[in-house]
């Protein structure tokens, strides 16, 4: 069974930091590219960043480049966000997302930025 399962949101103060994870399982990890996508209430899901299967290379939506940076394990199975010098513009659900032929979601976890 394939699952996605994110974890590390919460609630943070603007400028502050938050380090999401998402563990993968039930399929062939090291082969499928990652991303993190982010929704906002009544806003469309966006791409916030990805990484290809190896790790090698990376991409970022110009709103997080600088602030953001992804990064995988594959020997965990595990892909990571950092999101550093955060806004109240950042606040969404974030998912990350596996895709090769197949493509597959989690189910999302909550960031807001607020003071």
């Known amino acids: 069974q394939v699952q996605l399962v994110e974890s590390g949101g919460g609630l943070v103060q603007p400028g502050g930091s938050l380090t999401l994870s998402c563990a993968a399982s039930?399929?062939?990890?090291?082969?499928?590219?990652m991303s993190w996508h982010r929704q906002a209430p009544g806003k469309e899901r966006e791409l916030v960043a990805v990484i290809t299967s190896t790790g090698g290379s990376t991409n970022y939506a110009d709103s997080v480049k600088g602030r953001f940076t992804i990064s995988r394990d594959n020997a965990k199975n595990m892909v990571y966000l950092q999101m550093n010098s955060l806004k109240p513009e950042d606040t969404a659900v974030y998912y990350c997302k596996a895709f090769l032929w197949k493509v597959y979601w989690g189910q999302g976890t909550q960031v807001t930025v607020s003071s």
């Open positions: 039930g399929f062939m990890f090291g082969s499928y590219a």
